[in-house]
């Protein structure tokens, strides 16, 4: 049976715009060196998936990994 490994990331800080902040974008880049030798499959993430699918009075998700 093959492994299968799922990896949280929650985004880097914020202002109170939603826009990443000088130690936001230090803490992606942080995230991107530390996940760099794993092999991925698949990216997902809020800007592609709004809402869960089908949720009632939400978009339907546009990623195709999260349908």
Do not use: I, Y
Request: with cysteine.
């Amino acid at each position: 049976m093959a492994t299968r490994r799922l990896h949280l990331a929650r985004h880097g800080e914020a202002d109170a715009f939603g826009e990443l902040t000088g130690t936001g974008h230090r803490q992606a880049d942080l995230l991107g060196e530390r996940l760099a030798g794993l092999p991925v499959d698949t990216v997902c993430g809020t800007r592609c998936c709004p809402a869960p699918p089908r949720a009632p009075g939400r978009p339907q998700s546009t990623c195709w990994a999260c349908r």
